[in-house]
């Protein structure tokens, strides 16, 4: 079920909080020596070239730059760089996801090429609490009151 006003991707991150991350194609590894640090690899959905100049910004956006560089002399991105295409990250810096049983939230990345295709490596570590924030109370309802200041 798609939430009106919430994207697709925006939807799947939600449920990442409800399923194993793996079951959305992401595959994970834990580092060595570390009980706590995972790193995934998701394979992005793109066909740019493996000379494509990659920039990530906006969180979760990746694109994909001609290289050399090209002037884009029409179009939305007059006057920028052509781009082969532009594509989004499911995982992005904080999204929360369950692994083994276990919550971790997702920190940054990088672009990788590997066997032919585009893949976004992340690391992530576990997160010390597990309570979810709608477990949470409510801190507009704790600022009224005043409950917890000092």
Sequence with gaps: MIVPGIGAKDEVRRR??????REF???VERERGSE???TLMECL????????????????????YVWPWVIETRGRN???FLRYEEVDSLLAWGTIFVFDGEE????????????GHWWM??????????????????????????????
């Design 25 to 27: 194609g992401v595959s």
């Design 104 to 115: 971790y939230s997702c920190g940054g990345g990088r672009v990788v090429r590997h066997c």
């Design 16 to 21: 990442l909080w409800e399923r194993d991350v």
């Design 78 to 80: 007059k006057g920028g």
């Design 36 to 38: 706590t640090r995972v």
């Design 121 to 150: 490596r992340h690391w992530a570590s576990r997160r010390r609490e597990t309570v979810r924030d709608d477990r949470l109370p409510h801190r507009q309802d704790a600022c009224a009151t005043g409950e917890g200041l000092a």
């Design 45 to 64: 959905s793109v066909t740019a070239p493996s000379i494509a100049r990659v920039h990530c910004c906006y969180i979760c956006t990746v694109i994909f």
